[in-house]
């Protein structure tokens, strides 16, 4: 009876261990991003850090802190005023960079995906162009991390079958 016991204290530990998102190989890793945004079509706000380019289009770089997986973030252009053409590159920086396929892009007004924006990935880069009517914005995003709550369940039961074959044994 006290191995029945032990082993559901066991799976039930590694169950809370599971469900608080604390990942085998990837505990909250976090990445660099560097984004450049370029805005052609209309002036933004200056106060944002936008500067003019020889092309007539204002663009501005920053870098940010984000998880790997599960970022998201608007841009810091505001709602364009009027239809404009919206550049952007997000740059990777550092070893962890997110798989191209979970990386997306989409236009947003109000808060509500109106349409997704076909993005181009390569040398570290996400980057694409949006043509933007009144009011929209560009939201990139990347998806949650994969849960590992299979492997957990298979490794408990591995232990507990160890346990219990190694128990047996002895008596």
Not at 27 to 41: A, D, Q, Y
Not at 60 to 86: H, I, S
Not at 89 to 113: C, M, R
Not at 134 to 150: A, F, M, V
Request: hydrophobic share 40%; with cysteine.
């Amino acid at each position: 009876m006290k191995n029945i016991i032990f082993m559901f204290i066991i799976l039930w530990s590694v169950q809370v261990f599971a469900s608080a998102e604390v990942d085998i190989n990837i505990i909250h890793e976090r990445s660099s991003f560097e984004v450049k945004e370029t805005i052609c079509g209309w002036t933004p706000d200056p106060e944002k850090g936008f500067l003019e380019d020889d092309n007539g289009c204002f663009y501005t770089t920053y870098k940010m802190d984000a998880p790997v997986y599960g970022f998201d973030f608007k841009p810091r252009m505001e709602d364009v005023l009027q239809p404009a053409r919206v550049a952007y590159y997000v740059q990777f920086l550092g070893p962890n960079i997110p798989a191209e396929q979970k990386l997306h892009a989409e236009v947003t007004s109000g808060g509500k995906k109106n349409r997704e924006i076909v993005s181009i990935f390569h040398d570290n880069t996400l980057q694409g162009v949006g043509m933007l009517k009144t009011g929209e914005n560009i939201r990139i995003y990347s998806d949650k991390e994969p849960s590992y709550i299979y492997i957990y369940v298979i490794a408990v039961v591995v232990i507990i079958t160890g346990l219990t074959l190694i128990v047996r044994r002895r008596k």
